[in-house]
Each structure stands twice: as structure tokens, then as C-alpha cells.
């Protein structure tokens, strides 16, 4: 069965930093892009960033480029969103994503991410 397990969300003040940690079961990620996604309240999922197979190539969506790192750990089944100097606007569920053949189709459940002012 696919899992993927979201952790390390939580409250952090506006500046501060946090990282987010996706962990992965019944699949191996070495065969994935894998993507982390947020929606806040009212408003549709967006892509966070992303990063290749092998790690070599990374995307990020224009609000966190310069702020967030996504890297991962294939050796470890594990993928990681570093996000600094954090933004109110930034609060969100955070899900991680897997994507096998050019859609995402393995979902985590999420971690909520709250920025305050």
C-alpha cells in the first residue's frame, strides 16, 4: 500500500524557519518526481516545488523561490521542504506529492504550516 506521511508542520513566527519532512512507504521514490503542493483556506493547491528523479533538477513556484529548498534522500525513501524566512501568507496544509508518469497520483494528508504576523 502507498503512503506518503507528511511531518513537521507546525506554528512558527513570521521570519522563522521550518522543515517539512515527506516519508515514503510502498513505492520507492528513486523512480519519482516528487512535489510538494499547499492550499490555504478558500484558495486552490499550488505547487511549491519539485525535484527530479535523481535530485538534479528543481522547481519552485514564484512566492517561495529564494526561501524554500526541496531536496531528498533516496536512500532514505525521503523527501524535505526547507522553508526560511516564512510569511504569513505562506500558512497552508502542506501535502507531498509523487509523480511517476507526469501527473502526480500519490497524495500525502498533509501538515498544516501557520505563520503568524
Known amino acids: 500500500q502507498v503512503q506518503l506521511v507528511e511531518s513537521g508542520g507546525g506554528l512558527v513566527q513570521a521570519g522563522g524557519s521550518l522543515r517539512i519532512t515527506c516519508a515514503a512507504s510502498?513505492?520507492?521514490?528513486?523512480?519519482?518526481?516528487m512535489g510538494w503542493f499547499r492550499q490555504a483556506p478558500g484558495k486552490e493547491r499550488d505547487l511549491v516545488a519539485a525535484?527530479?528523479?535523481?535530485?538534479?533538477?528543481?522547481y519552485y513556484g514564484d512566492f517561495v523561490k529564494g526561501r524554500f529548498t526541496i531536496s531528498r534522500d533516496n536512500a532514505k525513501n525521503t523527501v524535505y521542504l526547507q522553508m526560511n524566512s516564512l510569511k504569513p501568507e505562506d500558512t497552508a496544509v502542506y501535502y507531498c506529492?509523487?509523480?511517476?508518469?507526469?501527473?502526480?497520483?500519490?497524495w500525502g494528508q498533509g501538515t498544516q504550516v501557520t505563520v503568524s504576523s
Open positions: 525535484i527530479s528523479v535523481s535530485g538534479g533538477g528543481t
Open positions: 506529492a509523487a509523480n511517476g508518469d507526469g501527473k502526480y497520483d500519490y
Open positions: 510502498g513505492l520507492t521514490l528513486t523512480y519519482y518526481t
